[in-house]
């Protein structure tokens, strides 16, 4: 049974700051792992999508990681902006049934200006 | 241009009542999705729809009852509305239903809130 934990539930840095949010999955057979944004009364956004053949992506100033062996993805904002205060999700599909996400519980960021 | 948009995105309702909420897909896409968000911000899928047969059945109350017209359709009804129903709804859809092929982006609606009075 995939399950996936998010640490720090909640974040608050200082602007400029460069930070890292962790998401551990018990099942290491996944073949891919995605990284969301959420702000308040608005939907997930897909920020990152990792496959299982990489180890990193991506996307300006996010970088993902993904380590199969020791079930832990990460996510490094650089230079943080308030702008980035949001809730962060990963989720990591079942086995075959690629639709079907499992979700952290999500890190909840705050940037102050 | 919403890719995926739902309606209505407030709803407030009695206990007892029967409420539907409508999601459309613009993106041609052939796989769509119910999600529910507690109180806690935690998502958990409820039902996946293919070309408008059901694919994935979580343990959902009977209460809840899917309906896709057609694939860019997918509407949640759901009967005799209680407390525990309080949540954020969300819709998604996928090009694929998934499998292990490869990537399978989901896209989400920004949500539909229920509050159950």
């Known amino acids: 049974k995939q399950e996936v934990t998010q640490i720090p539930a909640a974040l608050s840095v200082p602007e400029g700051e460069n930070l890292v949010l962790n998401c551990s999955f018990t099942d290491s057979a996944i073949y891919n792992l995605q990284w969301f944004r959420q702000d308040p009364g608005k939907g997930l956004t897909s920020l990152l999508l990792i496959q299982s053949s990489q180890r990193e992506q991506t996307s300006g100033r996010l970088n993902a990681s993904l380590d199969k062996s020791s079930g832990r993805s990460t996510l490094y904002i650089a230079a943080s902006q308030p702008g980035d205060s949001a809730t962060y999700l990963c989720a990591a599909p079942i086995y075959n049934q690629g639709g079907k996400l499992i979700f952290g519980q999500g890190t909840e960021l705050s940037v102050k200006p | 241009d919403t890719a995926v948009s739902q309606t209505p995105k407030y709803l407030v309702t009695q206990m007892g009542n029967d409420k539907s909420i409508k999601c459309e897909q613009n993106l041609g896409h052939d796989t769509m999705y119910w999600y529910k968000q507690d109180s806690k911000k935690f998502l958990k899928i409820m039902f996946s729809y293919n070309n408008k047969e059901l694919i994935i059945n979580e343990t959902v109350p009977n209460r809840f009852s899917p309906k896709s017209p057609d694939k860019a359709h997918l509407n949640l009804h759901i009967n005799s509305l209680e407390l525990g129903d309080s949540a954020v709804y969300f819709c998604?859809?996928?090009?694929?239903?998934?499998?292990?092929?490869?990537?399978?982006?989901?896209?989400f609606g920004a949500g539909s809130r229920l509050t159950v009075l």
């Open positions: 998604a859809s996928s090009q694929l239903p998934g499998g292990n092929s490869g990537a399978n982006v989901l896209t």
